[in-house]
């Protein structure tokens, strides 16, 4: 409950550990979840792999006094909640008429594609693996970042209307002309 929140300004992603934390203090988990979404659209997967004792916990004023708040466990908590209660944070935007291709579904690809699909475009993201998520789904060992994590984060992202084509390599399988001729922009 600090008045100017050092943690959240130590947030790289913008997530306001401050605010999540508060949600969680008077058991409103839903803000909390709220909050977390409202930067970082991979907030379940970023509660497990982010180096948060560098970042928010590092920069907590509860180590002055004895040890720091344990923000990535809270964030995972709230993370873990959203999932468990089935809820939707985020809503697909009002189409646009406007069609997206987003190259590769690592975590970029699909913040964006997130993003871009919140403000109205269709959006296709193509991934050359046969399973989206990029290093997140080949890099991270599964201990650290359980596989079923990444599954429903990459489920968030496509019930935001996001369309994700695994097994096709642009430059190989499809040419940025032949996007441009199925009427991506």
């Known amino acids: 409950l600090c008045h100017d929140a050092p943690c959240s300004k130590a947030c790289p992603a913008g997530t306001d550990p401050g605010k999540f934390i508060r949600s969680i203090r008077f058991e409103n988990y839903k803000g909390a979840a709220e909050t977390i979404r409202e930067n970082n659209i991979l907030g379940g997967i ?38 468990a209660a089935n809820l939707h944070v985020l809503e697909k935007g009002e189409d646009n008429g406007h069609k997206v291709a987003v190259v590769g579904s690592g975590p970029a690809g699909l913040a964006a594609a997130a993003k871009l699909a919140q403000l109205g475009y269709g959006v296709t993201v193509f991934e050359r693996d046969d399973r989206p998520g990029g290093w997140l789904s080949y890099g991270i060992p599964e201990e650290r970042l359980p596989q079923d994590v990444v599954g429903h984060e990459v489920e968030y992202v496509k019930e935001l209307g996001v369309s994700i084509v695994t097994g096709t390599e642009i430059g190989k399988d499809i040419t940025l002309s032949g996007l441009k001729e199925q009427g991506y922009e």
């Open 46 to 83: 970023c509660a497990r792999v982010c180096p948060y004792q560098k970042y928010c916990q590092g920069a907590c004023l509860q180590s002055g006094i004895d040890r720091p708040i344990q923000i990535g466990m809270l964030q995972q908590f709230a993370a873990d909640y959203e999932r």
